[in-house]
């Protein structure tokens, strides 16, 4: 059984730092792509960023340069770091989880059925 869990996440002030963590288990951590998207209020949810099996990673143009994801198949935990925060970042941040199908990674997570229970991020002007 697929099980993401998020780190607690906060509330910063604007140009602030925070990582995120998304311990997982239940699945072959090193196999699966692992994804981070989130949702601001009355916004449907977005695409942030994602790192496939290989380490490729992908990043959304509004967080490109600021955020970084990696991952430690050790520890089977993805991780995102967020720097310079803005308060247009603040949302509910969610990672996902799935195996590659040749389809687009960014794809392949967006229809993903695995999902981490989400982590709130305030951001504070």
């Known amino acids: 059984q697929v099980q993401l869990v998020e780190s607690r996440g906060g509330l910063v002030q604007a140009g602030a730092s925070l990582r995120l963590s998304c311990a997982a288990s239940?699945?072959?951590?090193?196999?699966?792509?692992m994804g981070w998207f989130r949702q601001a209020p009355g916004k449907e949810r977005e695409f942030v960023s994602a790192?496939?099996?290989?380490?490729?990673?992908y990043y959304a143009d509004s967080v490109k340069g600021r955020f970084t994801v990696s991952r430690d198949n050790y520890k089977n935990t993805a991780y995102l770091q967020m720097n310079s925060l803005k308060p247009e970042d603040t949302a509910v941040y969610y990672c996902?989880?799935?195996?590659?199908?040749?389809?687009?990674?960014?794809?392949?997570?967006?229809?993903?059925?695995?999902w981490g229970q989400g982590t709130q991020v305030t951001v504070s002007s």
């Open positions: 996902a989880a799935d195996v590659e199908d040749g389809r687009d990674t960014i794809v392949v997570l967006t229809t993903s059925r695995n």
């Open positions: 790192i496939n099996w290989s380490g490729r990673t």
């Open positions: 239940g699945f072959s951590f090193s196999l699966y792509a």
